[in-house]
């Protein structure tokens, strides 16, 4: 498995990549990212894999809809993860910035309004992340190995980790966590994008559903609301299938 670098702080987990954005949507954007009907959420157990600093357990525990982030990034304090979030958010509007004619404007209209978003984003999940963590809503994880029991939840979600970071992360610890997110859930993994850093479909996402289907996993792949990074509408479906 390849070995990323860590960032500065020698304390990082050393699977974490250096430039692995600590960047967050809000719940409106998770609903448009995997299809979500929030009726059918609400007799779920989910986890939000990394949940970063969105704010879809936030704002899902405020909808009474039953969901766990975890996120390596949550064994530093609010502070630190508040400076890290909003330096982050500058970082990540540069690059759509200088890469403009590469996004679709149609649902966010501009970069401020993009910003928005992003900051709504980190101030709802800073409000909740203290109270949240001693609620248990906030675990400590890094994948390829989460601290969860098999078949903890119905459901995972899984945003603008794998497959977006394939230039850092390789096929072998794709299909590790994969098969870990898997594990800890007993119906469904949904993950968003399917896209590569290069903005074209991962290079890895092909070998990744042949090695799936090897290990009797049912993949497919439904279009989205969701579609800022041009071609970037689709999500992959992982079932168990014991057929
Ligand atoms: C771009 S954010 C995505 C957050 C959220 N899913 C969203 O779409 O708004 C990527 C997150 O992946 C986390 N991350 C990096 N390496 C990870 C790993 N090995 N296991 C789990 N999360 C990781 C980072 O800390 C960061 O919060």
Known sequence: MKAPNTRSDKDFPSHLLPRTA??????????????LNIEELKNLRILDCPSGPSSFVSESYRKKINV???????????????????????MLLEKVASYSDKYNWNFYKSLPHLKKFRELALNRFSKDFVPGIKAGRYHIASLPFLPFKDNTFDITFSANL????????????????????????????????????????????????????????????????????????????ITKDYN
Not at 68 to 90: A, F, H, Q, S, W
């Open 68 to 90: 766990v982030g975890c996120d390596p990034m949550y064994r530093y304090k609010l502070n630190y993860l508040l400076k890290t979030g909003l330096e982050d958010i500058e």
């Open 162 to 237: 794998l497959f977006l970071y394939d230039n850092l992360y390789d096929l072998d610890f794709h299909l590790t966590s994969i098969l870990e997110l898997t594990r800890v859930t007993s119906k469904e993994i949904r993950i968003f994008p399917i896209q590569g850093s290069d903005f074209a479909i991962s290079r890895i996402f092909l070998p990744i559903v042949h090695l799936l289907v090897r290990h009797n996993l049912a993949c497919r792949i439904e279009n989205v609301e969701h579609h800022f990074q041009t071609g970037a509408n689709k999500m992959m479906l």
């Open 22 to 35: 600590f960047y967050g949507r809000t719940f409106e954007e998770y609903k448009r990212m995997f299809n």
